[in-house]
Every structure is written in C-alpha cells, then in structure tokens.
C-alpha cells in the first residue's frame, strides 16, 4: 500500500498514484491512451457480453455499476497475487535453493550487485524461504536520467514529474519508484521515459552518470539523489557481469 511513514513507500505506477493492485487495474479500462473506454458502465457491459458473464454476476452482483466496477478490479488483482504470474522459477531461485550453480560471469556479478555496484542498496536482494527476494526498495527516487528525445515528440513537453504530482510536494519531483527485477530481461526499454534501450545501458550509466560529459542533463535536475551511483568506477567487463547476474532473473 501506498504509505508516507518513514519516507514514500508503496504504490502503485511509476508515480505512485494507485494506492494497491486494485486501484491500479481500475486505471487502464478508462484511460483514454490505454484502453480508452468511456465509462465504467461501457466496461461493465463488455464483460457482461462475455462468456464468462455468468461468473461475473456471480462473484460481483448485478445492477450496481461501481460495485461491479470495484469487484472487477479486485478480482484481478486477486489473479495478480497468484503464483501463475508470481512462479518464482528462474535460475537465481533455483541457486538461492542450492540446485543451479551461476557461472563464473554471473556470480561476479552477484558479488558486485551488493558490493561495488550498490545495486542491492535500492533492489534489495534479501529474501526468505516464504517470500523470495522481489529486488526494490518499494521507496522512489530520482536518478538524473536525461529526458527522452525519442518521445515525447514536442521538444517542449515538460518533464514527468513522478511522486511529485502524487503527493503534491515539490521535493518529490523527479521522484519514481523502484521497480522489481523479476523477470527484467523481457521488459526492455528501460527507466519511466524508456531512456535506455538493454540493461547494459542501464548499468553504464549507473555507472557513469557523474562522468562529465557522459551524459545529457537531468531531465529533472532540483532533486536528483547522489547516493549508490553516479561513478562506480567499473570496468567494461563487471558492467557486462551485471547483466549476466540480472538475466538469472528470468523465470523458466
């Protein structure tokens, strides 16, 4: 949940507007670059034309457009939590069980994911026998990342400002969350604006941001963090084992 005890934590989006899975899954049936439906009672009758509308009125009642609305969601987030999306089966599971072994390649880079990296300081890599490492913080940050170029295609669109539309604090902007590493391999491009194309250029410019002239400026400069990265000073080949430690994340 989506909590400002001791710092931002939680939420849902980069931005953190969603209070938990529910109110997230509600987002994307209404807006208008998504799914772009016009009202809840349009989605509501588009379940109900389904094959699967006799279930729907079973589990969420008929008649009340919000209640349905509001039950559609959460059973969705229910679907969410379950282990057909959480499978937890990749290679760093399986080392973490003591039944894979990572090469050599893959355990530099484990040692340096918490180590010189600082990888771990954000996507913390401790889990537990009843909940595996998920690789977040939960917390946000800004990482000085330059602005996409790419897109927006306006050069005059203002930056993203993250958290701080959110909160509504301008100390949090530029701020977003830090997302899981499950699973990170498949879900290039990379960062909110989609900057870095492969998670080699996500570690080179943790890397090398503060190298000066490496990179753009910030596309939010006021409130970038200098913690955990910035210049690392790592070679070409423990950037490259990073990423061979992060492709153990892919599940099977």
């Known amino acids: 949940l989506f909590t400002l005890s001791g710092g931002v934590q939680g939420g849902q989006f980069w931005d953190g507007r969603a209070i938990d899975l529910a109110a997230q899954a509600r987002g994307p049936f209404l807006n208008p670059v998504e799914m772009n439906n016009t009202s809840k009672a349009q989605v509501i009758g588009k379940i109900l034309a389904s094959s699967y509308a006799g279930l729907f009125n079973q589990l969420c009642g008929v008649g009340i457009i919000d209640t349905q609305y509001i039950c559609m969601s959460e059973a969705i987030a229910a679907y969410e939590g379950t282990s057909e999306l959480n499978k937890f089966s990749s290679k760093f599971d399986a080392y973490m069980a003591g039944a894979a072994t990572l090469t050599a390649q893959e355990e530099l880079g484990r040692q340096l994911f918490g180590g010189r990296g600082k990888c771990a300081h ?56 830090t997302p899981h590493l ?14 870095l194309k492969t998670l080699k250029d996500v570690v080179h410019f943790y890397n090398t941001r503060d190298i000066p002239g490496m990179w753009p400026a910030p596309e939010y400069p006021d409130t970038v963090s200098n913690s955990f990265l910035g210049d690392l000073g790592l070679t070409d080949a423990e950037e490259d084992a990073l990423v061979a430690f992060m492709m153990t994340f892919t599940d099977q």
């Open 122 to 177: 954000c996507h913390d890599d401790h889990g537990s026998r009843s909940l595996p490492a998920l690789f977040t913080d939960f917390k946000y940050h800004n990482l000085g990342l330059p602005k996409n170029t790419e897109y927006p295609l306006d050069p005059n669109a203002p930056a993203d400002l993250g958290l701080g539309v959110t909160t509504g604090d301008h100390r949090d902007n530029g701020k977003f969350k």
């Open 182 to 195: 499950r699973n990170i391999a498949q879900t290039a491009p990379y960062m909110h604006n989609g900057i």
